[in-house]
T-cell receptor, first 111, second 115 residues
Framework: GNSVTQMEGPVTLSEEAFLTINCTYT??????LFWYVQYPGEGLQLLLK?????DKGSNKGFEATYRKETTSFHLEKGSVQVSDSAVYFC??????????FGTGTRLTIIP | NAGVMQNPRHLVRRRGQEARLRCSPMKGHSHVYWYRQLPEEGLKFMVY????????ESGMPKERFSAEFPKEGPSILRIQQVVRGDSAAYFCASSPLRGGNQPQHFGDGTRLSIL
């Protein structure tokens, strides 16, 4: 079946540090890939997406590239801010209306 | 532009009672999805509905849980005879069309606590 494996958290970084959150997937075929962010007490917000191999999604300084050869979609940001503290979810979708999520990675940025 | 609206934000029920969770999709969206998030876990798909139709309920527990999306009004997730294990955050999402190119937009969730 389809599955998403995310880097275990929690992750704690200092402000302006470089961020990588790893995400790999298992799927038969070529899904669309997403990163969602969840701030405390809120729902999930779409951060970025990629729908085919080699696509790069980007938003708010975050980037992720769809790598078919390594079945990965790692999230990166060059310089994190305190306001980036949240839980980040990697997810995939085959267009069958059923998002499959990873377990989430809690990120805390300290000033 | 109102987003996906869920209510109530918090719901407390005693064991054996019924819980009703409501979701109004974004304007122009006719596809609704329900997910459950247990503490410290990711979201798990429960059910996908279009107006007056259940399209996929493969993630829904077979007993006590039901969902509907009537022609008029919000989508309702109903849990009968709640138990402690039903305590979770329940999120609704909507999209305008089928397919992976139409990302789902999420509400802020209903946090259900069972006493």
């Amino acid at each position: 079946g389809n599955s998403v494996t995310q880097m275990e958290g929690p992750v704690t970084l200092s402000e302006e540090a470089f961020l990588t959150i790893n995400c790999t997937y298992t799927a038969t075929g070529y899904p669309s890939l997403f990163w969602y962010v969840q701030y405390p007490g809120e729902g999930l917000q779409l951060l970025l997406k990629a729908t085919k191999a080699d696509d790069k999604g980007s938003n708010k300084g975050f980037e992720a590239t769809y790598r078919k050869e390594t079945t990965s979609f790692h999230l990166e940001k060059g310089s994190v801010q305190v306001s980036d503290s949240a839980v980040y979810f990697c997810a995939l979708d085959f267009g069958n209306e059923k998002l499959t999520f990873g377990t989430g990675t809690r990120l805390t940025i300290i000033p | 532009n109102a987003g996906v609206m869920q209510n109530p934000r918090h719901l407390v029920r005693r064991r054996g009672q019924e819980a009703r969770l409501r979701c109004s999709p974004m304007k122009g969206h006719s596809h609704v999805y329900w997910y459950r998030q247990l503490p410290e876990e990711g979201l798990k798909f429960m059910v996908y509905l279009q107006k007056e139709n259940i399209i996929d309920e493969s993630g829904m527990p077979k007993e006590r849980f039901s969902a509907e999306f009537p022609k008029e009004g919000p989508s309702i997730l109903r849990i009968q005879q709640v138990v402690r294990g039903d305590s979770a955050a329940y999120f609704c999402a909507s999209s305008p069309l089928r397919g992976g190119n139409q990302p789902q937009h999420f509400g802020d969730g209903t946090r259900l606590s069972i006493l």
